[in-house]
């Protein structure tokens, strides 16, 4: 199940990117998409000894192209039962035919019988060569007893038949044994050309990155590749599903971001961390946050690097965050003008809003020389009020004796340039009410 409150590994994306693609089932794989769902397949029905797969239509260079692919799987209900999807690269043309063996060959890799002969010919002679990322839920020989994630080269998915694992089989979920609980699970796979990676994430965490040269190593200078999602049961049964396959292609990737999180600082400040694997032409990012993850306005911009194939870390702090649940984004801008977003994380700021009633009214609005500003407080205090622009500089601080019930501060905003505004209240005890946003005219 999708977890956005853990570390989330993202990439940016360019909508521009997005392709109207087309795909094409083989064996007994199904579409089983809606308008709700698009781009969704049955790969295995809860059958022993099928398989199926789905191919894209678009050939890809990997010299040439960076891609990121997104899928949501289901894998079965029946722990134990058969026996994973991969995802696949290889050369040859889609065709309601191409796919693979069943059982622990997921629908392209050895069969079993050629495991238990070392001379004989490659059994899945399609995929004799093909890079495969597999999603296996059943231990066979030489598997660990977990459902796994692997890298595999020319089909062997034991990686004991002459081609060992191209990485180290690793736990699928973070802190699951067991994916086969009927749940949906986010998988994003990305390439990047420019730097020879590709990374595995499944539900949300890296799981694995690869950095090699496969065109030369794997497809002997080939980059030119068609991929898919295949799969297949043995003698043990379930039910294989992918929804809203995603695909975006990309020149040289803007940004890759490998990690962004939200934590709450000792004040109950918003603290947001990022990384960056590599960047190309980025100017500045945007810390936006927004209260219905919908409608999102700008805290503060923190400087890029520009250019650089070197980690880079970011923070950033909105220090008086939206009372309750909030939600925050990465915005990110090219010395062009493009821009592009991260994913959305939830931040919840449960401080109780203790002796100020949490209702503020700016008037009037829009305003050119004074703003005031009604509330209501549950008892004397002394409260500060704060004005902030849209990047997050704090123009005008206002101190106030409050009285209980009705407040009105009237701030003189001459000074203020033609713009958007936000404006928040603390009171002596450190509790914040929400802003409230107004606009500067001349």
């Known amino acids: 199940m999708k977890n956005f409150l853990t570390t989330a590994t993202l990439l940016f994306t360019l909508s521009q990117g997005i392709q109207a693609e087309t795909f094409t089932t083989a064996g007994l794989a199904s579409n089983v998409s809606t308008p709700a769902n698009p781009n969704s397949y049955r790969i295995t029905d809860n059958l022993i000894n099928v398989s199926g797969a789905v191919w894209s239509n678009t050939l890809v260079d990997l010299n040439s192209n960076s891609f990121m692919i997104s899928y949501d799987v289901n894998l079965g209900s029946l722990n134990g039962g058969g026996d994973g999807i991969a995802f696949v ?18 629908g392209f890799g050895i069969g ?7 001379n004989s010919a490659n059994c899945a002679a399609n995929f004799s060569t093909s890079l495969g990322i597999t999603f296996d839920t059943y231990p066979n020989t030489n598997q660990p007893i977990y459902d796994h994630i692997a890298l ?90 992918i929804f809203n396959l995603t695909s975006v292609y990309f020149g040289p990737l803007p940004v890759q971001m490998s990690s962004f999180n939200i934590n709450k600082t000792e004040t109950n400040a918003a603290l947001l961390n990022w990384s960056t694997s590599s960047e190309r032409n980025n100017n500045y990012f945007t810390v936006e946050r927004s209260a219905d993850a ?35 984004r990465i915005k990110q801008t090219d010395f062009d003008g493009k821009s592009s ?23 009037p609005v829009p305003a050119s020389s004074e703003i005031n500003i009604d509330f209501a407080s549950e008892s004397e205090s002394l409260a500060t009020i704060y004005v902030y622009d849209v990047f997050g500089k704090q123009m005008i601080v206002a101190n106030q004796n409050l009285i209980i019930g009705g407040n009105t501060i009237t701030l003189d905003i001459l000074e203020l340039t033609v713009g958007t505004y936000f404006v928040n209240v603390v009171n002596t005890n450190g509790v914040i009410i929400k802003g409230k946003q107004f606009n500067k005219l001349n």
């Open 89 to 106: 690269l290889q050369p040859n043309q889609p065709s309601s035919t191409l796919v693979g063996n069943n059982g622990e060959a997921l």
């Open 112 to 118: 079993t019988n050629c495991y238990a002969n070392i």
């Open 152 to 241: 595999v080269k020319n089909g062997d998915t034991r990686g004991t038949r002459g081609f060992p694992l191209l990485a180290p089989a690793v736990q699928m979920h973070t802190t699951k044994a067991d994916v086969e609980d009927n749940l949906l699970y986010n998988v994003m796979i990305t390439w990047d050309h420019i730097n020879k990676t590709l990374a595995v994430d499944f539900d949300g965490s890296r799981r694995i990155t690869f950095n090699n040269d496969v065109v030369n190593t794997i497809f002997g200078g080939n980059g030119n590749l068609f991929w898919g999602i295949t799969g297949s049961t043995g003698g043990q049964k379930n039910l294989q599903e």
């Open 294 to 328: 919908k409608n999102f306005e700008a805290v503060t911009k923190v400087k890029a690097a520009g250019n650089t194939t070197s980690n880079k870390t970011y923070s950033a702090i909105d220090a008086m965050p939206l009372s309750g649940l909030s939600y925050y």
């Open 341 to 363: 977003y991260s994913n959305v994380l939830p931040f919840e700021n449960n401080k109780t809003i203790g002796n100020l009633i949490d209702n503020i009214t700016l008037y």
